[in-house]
Nanobody, 122 residues
Framework: EVQLVESGGGLVQPGGSLRLSCAASGFTFRNNAMSWVRQAPGKGLEWVSGISSGGGITYYADSVKGRSTISRDNAKNTLYLQLNSLKTEDTAMYYC???????????????RGQGTQVTVSP
């Protein structure tokens, strides 16, 4: 059974930083590309960042490009997302996800964890 457990969220002021972590189990982590997605209150799922199985290729949404870094440690089956210069509009539940794709204008993930809340507020 695929399990993804996120941690590291919290309440921060604008301009602050957070490092999110995701512990993966139940599948061969090193063989899978992974993503971070987020969902703000009242909005749909938004893809944030992705990383190839080996970690050598990374992708970012324009909304976080230049302010975030995705990484992974395949020896520890762990995915990370460093968020810097946080803005109030970054407030959302952040999910670690596998098998993310776009369908009918919506982002879909076959597997994602329970999420970790990031709240950016003065």
């Amino acid at each position: 059974e695929v399990q993804l457990v996120e941690s590291g969220g919290g309440l921060v002021q604008p301009g602050g930083s957070l490092r999110l972590s995701c512990a993966a189990s139940g599948f061969t982590f090193r063989n899978n590309a992974m993503s971070w997605v987020r969902q703000a209150p009242g909005k749909g799922l938004e893809w944030v960042s992705g990383i190839s199985s080996g970690g050598g290729i990374t992708y970012y949404a324009d909304s976080v490009k230049g302010r975030s870094t995705i990484s992974r440690d395949n020896a520890k089956n762990t995915l990370y997302l460093q968020l810097n210069s946080l803005k109030t509009e970054d407030t959302a539940m952040y999910y670690c996800a596998r098998d993310v794709f776009r369908l009918g204008g919506r982002w879909i993930s076959n597997y994602r964890g329970q999420g970790t809340q990031v709240t950016v507020s003065p």
